[in-house]
């Protein structure tokens, strides 16, 4: 088994789906090749997976039967740390640059369309083009009443984004709408000729329930912007007009981006075996795709997804020697939104059975590979129905996430099961670490520039 998790010494209180290999330029030669330093890792994502709220048995992560989790937190080290900054959108994006060694404040592109746009192939952002976030929603009267249209299926979205495009492309012909799965959209504005920063759109997620008119949904920030933001908008209402009586009857653009440019992932590192990223959602895919890692597209979204197949598409990825394995699953984080406690449980509860268990398994049977496991949710997505509504509390919200590092029980500290409060006692508990330290934590050399963790401890 490899070294301790460095700095960490002592004891303190389905099938798979499409994948695209990295370029081996970039990430190095397949594992095996050379020699086992480090380690293989994995970096287990459950999205949105801490939540400020507390029930009668505490909090989603409390409530579950995570066994493994749990036995994790008991055999390694738990803390907090810190993925979200008051300056930047609350959102996955900026969360998972940092987890991946990016300094958000130098690479985050403003918005997270951009990254989802380069999942579609062939598809390019130029210098002066714009991307949006496109949620189709619902309306009822000027009411939005689902941010995500009732989770309206790709079977049934499809059509209303063609539908969209051969109506509106005579009128807009520098506007692009691509569908990217069940209620998500891309909306490219090709020679926006304006800065992503000019604008302001409101994200749906935070105004369910909300009176809209989307005759002037999007506002300029500058004058410059003004005639911009009248033209989106009215492509907006004409939107609004050709889907009315579907049951996705309106386009809410957000998030506004620019191109995305990153360094490839670990290119001043020592992961010599390549890097994969397990998941579904198109922001991360995009986001492996700039950092010349590899993905595997399994199961989708919401909660219910291919649990399995992403648990078999990681440990086939150390199988086959990757050394540095992401495996990400959306499934608590659309639970929080919908508001659906018992959906949030159970989804953490199919992560441990049929991910983290697993992984741990692979380890056990070749405890010579172990480098390190991680489990971080990448931020808090605190469930709306159970909140009385003038107290409402923002969906994502900024305090630091728990998270926990395994070597396979040659580190330890006293916390003995993994939720937000017990995180607490752990050793990085009472003084949060930043996600841009994750990756030299669990001993996977690092490509983060000298510059960007500069600006990282500006930032702090």
């Not at 992961?271 to 922001?283: E, L, N, P, Q, T």
């Not at 129905?385 to 900024?398: F, G, M, Q, T, V």
Request: aromatic share 6%; glycine share 12%.
């Amino acid at each position: 088994m490899s070294g301790s998790l460095p700095g960490l010494a002592g004891d303190e209180g389905g099938a798979i789906g499409t994948a695209e290999r990295p370029s081996r330029d970039s990430v190095g030669e397949p594992a095996g090749s050379s020699g086992r330093r480090g380690g293989q890792h994995v970096l287990i994502v459950p999205d949105g997976g801490a939540d400020r709220y507390r029930g009668n048995q505490g909090s989603p992560l409390a409530a579950a039967s995570i066994e493994t989790i749990d036995r994790l937190a008991d055999e390694g080290v738990c803390g907090r740390m810190s993925t979200l900054y008051g300056d930047l959108p609350r959102e996955s994006l900026v969360a998972h640059l940092g987890l991946l060694g990016w300094e958000p404040h130098r690479h985050y592109p403003h918005g997270r369309a951009s990254c989802e746009l380069l999942a579609l192939e062939g598809v390019e952002l130029g210098d002066d083009d714009l991307a949006f976030r496109a949620n189709l929603v619902h309306m009822q009267g000027d009411v939005l009443r689902s941010y995500n249209a009732d989770l309206v299926p790709s079977r049934t979205a499809q059509p209303l984004i063609e539908r969209v495009n051969d109506r509106l492309r005579r009128e807009f012909p520098s506007f692009e709408l691509y569908h990217n799965s069940d209620f998500r959209n891309t909306l490219v504005v090709r020679g926006a000729g304006i800065a992503a920063e000019e604008l302001v759109c409101p994200e749906p997620h935070e105004h369910q329930g909300e009176p809209f008119d989307l005759a002037c949904l999007v506002c300029a920030a500058t004058a410059a912007a003004g005639h911009f933001a009248e033209r989106l908008n009215r492509y907006l209402a004409l939107v609004r007009e050709l889907l009315d009586g579907e049951p996705a009857n309106a386009l809410f653009p957000w998030s506004a981006s620019r191109a995305l440019c990153l360094p490839p992932f670990g290119d001043s590192a020592e992961i010599a075996a390549g890097s994969m990223v397990v998941g579904a959602m198109d922001f991360l895919h995009g986001l492996a795709r700039a950092g010349g890692m590899g993905w595997i597209h399994v199961g989708t979204g919401r909660p219910v997804t291919d649990y399995a197949g992403k648990g078999q598409a990681t440990v086939a990825c150390l199988e086959e020697g990757y050394r540095f394995v992401l495996c990400h699953v959306n499934a608590p984080d659309e639970a929080s939104h919908m508001g659906d406690l018992d959906a949030k449980v159970a989804s953490l509860e199919q992560i441990d059975r049929h991910v983290v268990a697993p992984v741990v398994e692979h380890f056990e049977r070749h405890p010579e590979a172990l480098g390190s496991v991680a489990v971080v949710p990448d931020h808090y997505t605190n469930l709306q129905a159970a909140w009385n509504e003038l107290a409402r509390c923002d969906a994502h919200s900024i305090e630091p996430v728990p998270f926990l590092l395994w070597d396979g029980g040659r580190t330890r500290d006293r916390v003995r099961c993994f939720d937000e409060d017990s995180a607490v006692g752990g050793r990085y508990g009472r003084h949060p670490v930043s996600h841009l330290d994750l990756l030299p934590l669990m001993g996977v050399a690092t490509g983060v520039a000298a510059g960007d963790r500069a600006v990282a401890e500006d930032e702090r």
